[in-house]
DNA sequence: GTTATCCTTACGGTTTACCACAAAGACAAT
DNA sequence: ATTGTCTTTGTGGTAAACCGTAAGGATAAC
């Protein structure tokens, strides 16, 4: 079983349940930490010891106070730590539920697993743990099918790209120039519009804003 | 000092937190409940006892799952106790620190403090709970100045009811419609055009889809 | 009563969104 | 090359959003 544990949340409270999860397993080594910086120099000077980390359970959504930090974001220190030392495991352990940040921290940060804070959340961050010490992932039954293939309905990153740019304001006159200027195809006013229409008939939406907010809650963008 | 308290919060891990303060307080006689429904039979049930609670620490936001819930977040649950029993203390202790969700639950609801949960959540829970057994308030630094009274640049309820018709897919011409017919003033089209318009500028949004879009990742809707 | 101010409502004009349809291009199979 | 199908683009018309302006109403101060 992992033997040095760091753990980083910024709710310290919260941490007294995750200790008493790892001391039913055993593990007795464990730090924790209230800031993304602070776990970032704690596992670089770990390793620098030669006595590094072998888990890093963290949250992803920090409150921001006076301290300026490097790494506002537990999503930053995961993208951060897993490109410098992809041998350390990490395990995201937060309270967000939407399924492209779930997706986003397993595909590209290529995090091991993805706990959701919960009534069941200890329970199942002790699953995580046993799993991801066997070189496995593991997600929150809530956010697996997020990485299931079946959940693409034939929409698309080009689609999910209008509703974006949708959503940052632009207009979609706007957006068909944005698709020019990238040359990304296609491009026209009458395509955007053709696009959006399919999309909206397909998330039974009223207009271009019911989409934006249906589709925001499904956390696709 | 209180002697007999109720929990009420979805997260187990949390409560191990506040566990430790109101122990700290010398306050043993405590109960925890995942969910705001168990509360309110358990306070009820305690006051038919002869044994009632004299304090409730409750969260705010509970994930909803396959039960269902008459009190589905911990507002409704303040409410309705604050109704039937203004003689029971409580305390809300959430990530939440929307100024206006705290104006609403401090003056309308009359809840006794509000406490952010953060990095020193625990140590201004402790204060809250000291103030409120003393017939006082209390506010998370962060949120004090929710009760100050130059808070009228602050957006309101009309405000965030409109953006949500907006981000139901109602046009504003239907919104204008919804409001005559639920009998709220103003309700013109220009009406509703003028306080959406003023709400973009406020929020530098481009067009009511931006407004919604920001508006949703700002957490208000 | 007058004045000033704020809010609500109404109206016209411009821009954008929405929708149906048609033309032009891309592609594969024969 | 031709056919059929699908995608992309263009056009025109209606609805809705956007924006300025102004009339009407309530309120408070004087």
């Known amino acids: 079983m992992f033997t040095k544990v760091l753990i980083s949340d910024d709710l310290g409270s919260i941490n007294q349940g995750v200790l008493s999860v790892l001391d039913n397993l055993g593990i007795n080594n464990v730090q924790q930490v209230q800031y993304c910086d602070d776990a970032y120099l704690k596992i670089k000077r770990a390793i620098l010891d030669e006595a ?6 963290t949250d992803l959504s920090f409150k921001a106070d006076h301290r300026e930090q490097k790494y506002p974001s537990g999503e930053d220190l995961i993208r951060a730590l897993k490109q410098e030392h992809p041998e350390l495991k990490i395990i ?21 697993a993805y706990v959701c804070k919960g009534r069941h959340g200890l329970v199942e961050l002790e699953k995580a743990i046993q799993l991801v010490y066997d070189n496995k992932n593991y997600l929150s039954p809530q956010v697996a099918q997020a990485i299931s293939h079946k959940t693409d309905l034939e929409i698309n990153d080009y ?8 959503s940052n304001g632009l207009s979609q006159e706007d957006i068909s120039i944005h698709l020019k200027d990238n040359n990304i195809s296609p491009s026209s006013l009458s395509s955007v519009e053709k ?3 399919k999309l909206r008939i397909q998330f039974k939406a ?4 019911h989409l934006v907010a249906i589709v925001k809650d499904l956390g696709l963008i």
């Open 195 to 197: 696009r959006l229409n």
């Open 206 to 209: 009223n207009n271009a804003i």
């Open 159 to 166: 689609d999910i790209e209008l509703v974006k740019l949708l």
């Open 92 to 112: 995201a352990y937060s309270v967000e539920d939407r399924l492209q940040k779930v997706r986003l921290l397993m595909n590209t940060y290529h995090t091991d």
């Open 52 to 57: 590094p980390y072998d888990l890093l359970i």
